[in-house]
Each structure stands twice: as structure tokens, then as C-alpha cells.
């Protein structure tokens, strides 16, 4: 969470590292992140990281849909 200097919330991260590919992170990233933007108000950002080759995909993907296609 990045706070500014009244302690208000104005990005949050959502840091998930991955060791195998699971089809259900198609359901349950939107969950994370949209949790996340409702509780605290301010834009979020999902970071996930892995060594795995799939996770790559996720750079230039524009939508969570686009990352299991």
C-alpha cells in the first residue's frame, strides 16, 4: 500500500508468486484486485512472478482472460 502524507491510500499492490500454472487465478485475480480498489479506494496493480515461462505471457496481456487463451 502507498499512502501519501495524510496516510491516504493512492496505489496498492497485490504481490502473488506463482509455482504452476493454475486456470483458477482466471477467477480469482479479478476477485483479488477489485477487493483491493473497493476497500481502500485507489487504483490497484496485480504483480505476479514467477520462473515459469507462462508467467511471461503476463507482460503484455491486457485482460486476465488474455493470460489462460
Known amino acids: 500500500m502507498l499512502e501519501d502524507d495524510e496516510h491516504v491510500p493512492v496505489s496498492a499492490v497485490v504481490l502473488e508468486v506463482q509455482r504452476q500454472y493454475d486456470e483458477d487465478k482466471r477467477w480469482s485475480w479479478p476477485v483479488y484486485l477489485a477487493t483491493l480498489r473497493a476497500r481502500h479506494k485507489c487504483p490497484?496493480?496485480?504483480?505476479?512472478?514467477?520462473?515459469?515461462?507462462?508467467?511471461?505471457k503476463a507482460a503484455t496481456a491486457t485482460s486476465v482472460d488474455e493470460l489462460f487463451d
Open 44 to 56: 490497484v496493480l496485480l504483480l505476479g512472478t514467477s520462473s515459469r515461462s507462462w508467467v511471461r
